[in-house]
């Protein structure tokens, strides 16, 4: 299960409003010193809400632990990734058969991921309104939440 900690930011006895911040991938990182850490501290943190049903009758500024599947994760990401490429071969593959030289090919080759990333725009039309591929709410959250003030933080960029 993937897990994050959030803030009830409005709550009522059947739904909440959760919110985190998005880090980059490294910030559980102690150096700071790769280049991956250099460029997440161009960009701002960002706030997500979602809006949850409320299972734990949690309620405002009480810290909470959201979650979603491995599997739901890892079929997305296959789904984002692969179809895309997947769709392209294809393409490349059908103009091959058919003669296509290779200036054609090179040609045919952004069409079929076009068409693979039109696919899964296609396919994930109202996937984020059924219930299976929303986040749920676990449990709530054990210790003191990390704060983080945002405004501090643009200001030290600048």
Do not use: H, W
Not at 131 to 150: C, E, H, Q, V, W
Request: proline share 4%; charged share 15%; net charge positive.
């Amino acid at each position: 299960m993937l897990e994050e900690s959030g803030t009830v930011i409005e709550a009522n006895e059947d739904r909440v409003v959760v919110e985190t911040l998005s880090r980059s991938a490294c910030s559980q990182c102690s150096s700071g010193s790769c280049g991956t850490s250099a460029i997440a501290k161009l960009f701002d943190f960002k706030a997500n809400r979602v809006s949850l049903p409320n299972t734990l009758g949690a309620s405002k500024g009480q810290q909470v632990v959201i979650g979603i599947p491995d599997a739901l994760l890892v079929r997305a990401s296959l789904l984002a990734y692969l179809l895309p490429l997947l769709a392209m071969f294809a393409v490349v593959l059908i103009g091959k058969t058919l003669g296509a030289t290779d200036v054609q090919l090179a040609m045919l080759a952004p069409i079929g991921l076009l068409l693979g990333l039109a696919l899964i725009r296609r396919s994930s039309t109202g996937v984020a309104n059924r219930n299976k591929y929303r986040p749920s709410l676990l449990r709530f959250a054990t210790g003191p939440a990390p704060s983080i003030d945002i405004t501090n933080l643009v200001r030290n960029q600048s």
